[in-house]
């Protein structure tokens, strides 16, 4: 099994700073692309950032600029710094990674739990 564990949600007001963290643990072989979704009250999950095993990175339009993804791959983890927050950016991020196990060579996506951000204006 893999787990997928966030941490550094929280609430902030506009224009502030936050850091999320997602560390994958357990029976892990290999790990591919890292992501960052999040979604908003009635809206659906929308890819955020992405980052390749190489470090390449893709943004959503809305983000650039303001949010920058970064992997360390000897700590199995995922970071999304966060800054010039809006209120726009208020959702339940999740990170996304896809492993490979040593029981199964094929990458399989996995999810973290979701942690909360909210942005007051």
């Known amino acids: 099994q893999v787990q997928l564990v966030e941490s550094g949600g929280g609430l902030v007001q506009a224009g502030g700073s936050l850091r999320l963290s997602c560390a994958a643990s357990?029976?892990?072989?290999?790990?591919?692309?890292m992501a960052w979704y999040r979604q908003a009250p009635g809206k659906q999950r929308e890819l955020v950032a992405h980052?390749?095993?190489?470090?390449?990175?893709i943004y959503a339009n809305s983000v650039k600029g303001r949010l920058t993804i970064s992997r360390d791959n000897a700590k199995n983890t995922v970071y999304l710094q966060m800054n010039s927050l809006k209120p726009e950016d208020t959702a339940v991020y999740y990170c996304?990674?896809?492993?490979?196990?040593?029981?199964?060579?094929?990458?399989?996506?996995?999810w973290g739990q979701g942690t909360q951000v909210t942005v007051s204006s």
């Open positions: 996304k990674a896809v492993v490979a196990t040593p029981i199964s060579p094929e990458f399989h996506d996995y």
């Open positions: 357990g029976s892990i072989f290999s790990i591919n692309a």
């Open positions: 980052i390749t095993s190489g470090g390449r990175t």
